[in-house]
């Protein structure tokens, strides 16, 4: 069943519920950041988050403008909220408001679930960094733009 969510830009006092949904991740190359990291990136770009009635955050996605691209440098669901269309809203919302420049990603080869969601939203692999990542897998890299 769909969840009712609300969305808005993420703001520095959602650091801490952002460090608890990027602490409950499983999953193949996922960066290990510190809050240090999560206040840099929300004071060098932006953020998206969904929010539940209670107002928990349940999903969110960092993202940057670049010169001729938006970066999105970690997006996530909260653990045990996965695969019930959260993420679809928040991207489907993101990608509405920027349809100026194409937006880019990386993965890591492994990560299946992440890789078929990306699919799924018609993002397209458009490059790949060989033995990117510590375990030596590649980064797949994703792009809106055909
Ligand atoms: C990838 C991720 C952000 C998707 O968010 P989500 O809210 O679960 O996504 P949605 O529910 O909107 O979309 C569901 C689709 O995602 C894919 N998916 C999500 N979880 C999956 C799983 N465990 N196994 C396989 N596919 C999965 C499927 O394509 C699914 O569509 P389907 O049910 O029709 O097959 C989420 O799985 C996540 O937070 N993963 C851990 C963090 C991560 O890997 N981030 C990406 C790093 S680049």
């Known amino acids: 069943m769909l969840l009712e969510i609300s969305l808005r830009p993420l ?3 959602d650091v801490n519920s952002i460090m608890e949904i990027m602490g409950g991740l499983i999953g193949l190359g ?3 950041w510190t809050i240090d990291q999560v ?4 004071n060098s770009g932006s953020g998206l988050g969904a929010f539940l009635p209670s107002d928990e955050l349940a999903a969110f ?3 940057k403008r670049a010169f001729d691209h938006v970066d ?3 997006l996530a669901s909260r653990n045990d909220l996965q695969n019930r269309g959260i993420m679809t809203q928040v991207l489907r919302n993101l990608f509405s408001h920027e349809t100026q420049l194409p937006f880019w990603l990386e993965v890591h080869e492994g990560n299946l679930s992440a890789r078929k969601f990306y699919e799924k939203l018609a993002l397209r692999e458009v490059g790949r960094r060989p033995r990117y ?3 030596n897998g590649s980064a797949i890299l994703y792009s809106t733009s055909i």
């Open 61 to 63: 996605v960092l993202y």
């Open 133 to 135: 990542y510590r375990d």
């Open 11 to 13: 703001n520095k006092s």
């Open 30 to 32: 996922l960066p290990q």
């Open 39 to 42: 206040v840099g990136e929300l």
């Open 72 to 74: 999105i440098t970690f």
